[in-house]
């Protein structure tokens, strides 16, 4: 298949990326108390409701739709399909551009899609479904539950894509559940995400010797393996409660940077789970030998976990990213502590 010509994009440039970089590590030193350090999350914060912009117009959507359509797109809020993630699939089989939709019902779709991330980020997906399947329209959605219910969920997915919108009907579960995306460039530095693959790396420059050790290893595990273990997990790599506070600054702006391709009420959720399980010293990083493209030691996987929080990033050759992000396997009391 033809791939369309890429506009250049100002992140994927290395020299801006270098500079927006270096600017951002301030920031982020000064900031790392947002991102409790130990103290857990008390504030108040801003999830997705159902009178969001994007929930409300999925909510338009659901009442636009024939029988015919809700036979083919709409499935029940605990059907399996729900939960499943992939770095290419189709949850239903209409795309988006078909003429089983019409213009407004198209319309909506792209209001939703809009109101689920920021302005940065929307820029940044259009480009990146542009290159890989030729276009925001050739991808699917489903809509699970009903919006009188009490739950429901618009999902979208395709080429690199499985993105969420829940009007946080799930308590504790950021984005209404794990998310992916990616990029099909094969060549790692034209990768539209290859930004956050150096952002990533300025972490493990800054690690001494030893922390280097214990954050290098050989093999990484399954990439859609992002199941969140709680309080009892193992979490691979080096513990940020050992890193400094300057490394731990980078990290925060690595997971900042992680998160900004979506609306503020996803990431303000997000960063209250990561705070509900103790803040950043919950995490451990882990850096991948496997796949080290070029053997640059630039490395191109991998991977930060803690009890609330999975981020897996493989970037060899091109990116798949997932993130899962909640609460809901901390017990009561550490929830409320």
């Given at each position: 298949?033809?791939?369309?010509v890429?506009?250049?994009?100002?992140?994927?440039?290395?020299d801006?990326?270098r500079?927006?970089?270096?600017q951002?590590i301030?920031?982020?030193?000064?900031?790392?108390?947002?991102l409790?350090?130990?103290?857990?999350?008390?504030?108040a914060?801003?999830?997705?409701?159902?009178?969001?912009q994007?929930?409300?117009?999925?909510?338009?959507?659901?009442?636009?739709?024939?029988?015919?359509?809700?036979?083919?797109?709409?499935?029940?809020?605990?059907?399996?399909l729900?939960?499943?993630?992939?770095?290419n699939?189709?949850?239903?089989?209409?795309?988006?551009?078909?003429?089983?939709?019409?213009?407004e019902?198209?319309?909506?779709?792209?209001?939703?899609?809009?109101?689920?991330?920021?302005?940065?980020?929307?820029?940044?997906?259009?480009?990146?479904?542009?290159?890989?399947?030729?276009?925001?329209?050739?991808?699917?959605?489903?809509?699970?539950?009903?919006?009188?219910?009490?739950?429901f969920?618009?999902?979208?997915?395709?080429?690199?894509?499985?993105?969420?919108?829940d009007?946080?009907?799930?308590a504790?579960?950021?984005?209404?559940?794990?998310?992916?995306?990616?990029?099909?460039?094969e060549?790692?530095?034209?990768?539209?995400?290859?930004?956050q693959?150096?952002?990533?790396n300025?972490v493990f420059?800054?690690?001494?010797?030893?922390?280097?050790?214990?954050?290098?290893?050989?093999?990484?595990?399954?990439?859609?393996?992002?199941?969140?273990?709680g309080?009892?997990?193992?979490?691979?790599?080096?513990?940020?409660?050992?890193?400094?506070?300057?490394q731990?600054?980078?990290?925060?702006?690595?997971?900042r940077?992680?998160?900004?391709?979506y609306?503020?009420?996803?990431?303000?959720?997000?960063?209250?789970?990561i705070?509900?399980?103790?803040?950043?010293?919950?995490?451990?990083m882990a850096?991948?030998q496997?796949e080290?493209l070029?053997?640059?030691?630039?490395?191109?996987?991998?991977r930060i976990?803690g009890?609330?929080?999975?981020?897996?990033?493989?970037?060899?050759?091109h990116?798949?990213?997932?993130?899962?992000?909640?609460?809901q396997k901390?017990?009561?009391?550490?929830?409320?502590?």
């Amino acid at each position: 298949m033809r791939r369309p010509v890429r506009s250049k994009c100002e992140m994927c440039d290395s020299d801006v990326t270098r500079r927006h970089f270096l600017q951002q590590i301030g920031s982020a030193a000064a900031a790392v108390g947002t991102l409790s350090l130990g103290v857990p999350f008390a504030g108040a914060y801003a999830a997705p409701s159902r009178s969001s912009q994007a929930e409300t117009a999925a909510q338009k959507l659901y009442e636009t739709l024939s029988p015919t359509q809700r036979a083919q797109i709409c499935l029940p809020f605990d059907h399996p399909l729900r939960l499943k993630i992939n770095a290419n699939w189709a949850v239903t089989q209409p795309a988006i551009h078909e003429s089983f939709y019409n213009k407004e019902q198209q319309a909506l779709i792209a209001e939703v899609f809009k109101g689920i991330t920021s302005e940065q980020g929307h820029a940044r997906f259009l480009e990146q479904m542009e290159y890989d399947d030729g276009g925001f329209d050739r991808y699917h959605v489903a809509l699970f539950g009903e919006p009188q219910s009490g739950n429901f969920e618009w999902m979208l997915t395709g080429r690199h894509a499985t993105l969420r919108a829940d009007g946080d009907c799930i308590a504790g579960a950021a984005f209404g559940g794990p998310i992916v995306y990616g990029h099909g460039e094969e060549t790692a530095k034209d990768n539209i995400f290859y930004y956050q693959t150096q952002q990533a790396n300025e972490v493990f420059k800054a690690l001494d010797a030893n922390q280097a050790r214990k954050a290098l290893l050989t093999k990484a595990p399954a990439e859609t393996q992002v199941q969140l273990q709680g309080e009892q997990g193992r979490f691979n790599g080096l513990p940020v409660a050992e890193m400094s506070a300057d490394q731990q600054a980078l990290l925060s702006g690595v997971i900042r940077t992680l998160l900004a391709p979506y609306r503020d009420e996803d990431v303000q959720e997000a960063m209250s789970c990561i705070d509900a399980a103790g803040g950043m010293p919950s995490l451990a990083m882990a850096f991948y030998q496997q796949e080290d493209l070029n053997n640059d030691r630039e490395w191109d996987i991998w991977r930060i976990e803690g009890p609330t929080f999975v981020c897996h990033f493989r970037g060899a050759p091109h990116v798949h990213a997932y993130l899962n992000i909640g609460t809901q396997k901390l017990s009561k009391s550490h929830k409320t502590s």
